[in-house]
């Protein structure tokens, strides 16, 4: 059977629009930066006493994202999603709870993949210093210290976000100092099984904000930062220069409404798979728009088939796929395609540098011009 969906987009418009949590509280994205809607339903039912962050991974391997919630000065909570993938449920699984025994009390923590092994790994700061743990569990987290990936930084207290800045493979990270109010950018300069963190002033703001959330906020296949914290001062940062080299431009507006007045830490997710404000164009050029995934959830390989008619008879080509936090995971070059020619790519889940990507929703987008049509592909291991 064919899953077929046919959406067109204008070109200003995300892959997968991202929501945000604010500590527990959540705020919906309609795909433009800074129209944010509160959506309570979404909240991760915790009482906070301090500063709060929440991170989102799929722990149990069932298709949809658990959380783990950091109250500043306590234990890491974990919370099961028991909802869907498009409308979260959540409770409390205390069985799943980190209290590693480095730390009496954790400050910050972060889901990042740094190993290509297809799962989170977990990044807990308390004082200086940043560690990391691997997940060895399956469907029950099972964390292990992974020794020499530490970051140490000479001022305590450190919040966090990581990303690929440059487009290498290799997840970099920005982190707030709190006690003196600074951001500083880390390079990795490793490789994909042990990450080597190297400070990159180059890429670090003009002005500082509060803990960031990394995340392409404007659909645009960078990086933006998105900050919180409850200070005046707290803004957010386009990125306008390259996807190998961030360029960054202030946009206070992209802010949610209580970024400046609650004290609690943002995390950027798609947390609902809406793919970002679906909806047609009706001034689109192109006609008879065909894109085919099959099969479909896949487990191995899958082909994606496409074809289109465009006024001017042909156009370049080019399909991507994204992972549900509208990071790139697989880019297949650009071709020039005539009018109502069918052509084909095969996805066998891996990535751009060969490893394999975890189970759980992707999505395909295939660009002709400035037009997109996107279509989610379902990857089972």
Known sequence: MFIFAIIIFTPDISIADLDVYMGCNCWESNGTPGNWQRKTIWDIPFSASGYVHSSFCDLDNDGDMDAYVTDDGSSIMAFENIGSTTAPVWQRKSIWDFSPSQFSQVYYADFVEINGDGKCELAVSKGTVIKFYVNTGTTTPVWTIAPGWDITISDGNLAYSFGDLNNDGLKDVVVRLWNICILKVFENIGSDTVPVWQEKSAWKPSKDTDPPALG??????????????????????????????????????????????????????????????????????????????????????????????????????????????????????????????????????????????????????????????????????
Request: proline share 5%; net charge negative; hydrophobic share 35%.
């Open 216 to 381: 392409d906020l404007d659909g645009d296949n960078d990086l933006d930062i998105l900050g919180g914290g409850g200070a005046s001062w707290v803004t957010a940062y386009e990125n306008t220069g390259t996807i190998n080299s961030p360029v960054w431009t202030e946009r206070s507006n992209w802010l949610t409404p209580d970024a400046r007045t609650s004290c609690v830490y943002p995390e950027l997710i798609d947390i609902d798979n809406d793919g970002a404000g679906i909806e047609e164009n009706p001034q689109s050029a192109i006609h008879n728009p065909k894109l085919t995934i099959y099969p479909n959830p896949f487990v191995e390989n899958t082909i994606i088939s496409y074809s289109y008619s465009v006024l001017g008879g042909s156009s370049t080509v080019e399909i991507a796929i994204y992972d549900i936090s509208g990071k790139l995971v697989k880019y297949f070059p650009m071709t020039q395609l005539s009018n109502n020619q069918r052509t084909r790519v095969i996805w066998d889940g891996t990535d751009n540098f060969g490893g394999k990507v975890k189970s759980g929703i992707y999505f395909c987008k295939l660009r002709v011009g400035n037009h997109y049509i996107i279509d989610k592909i379902t990857l089972l291991r």
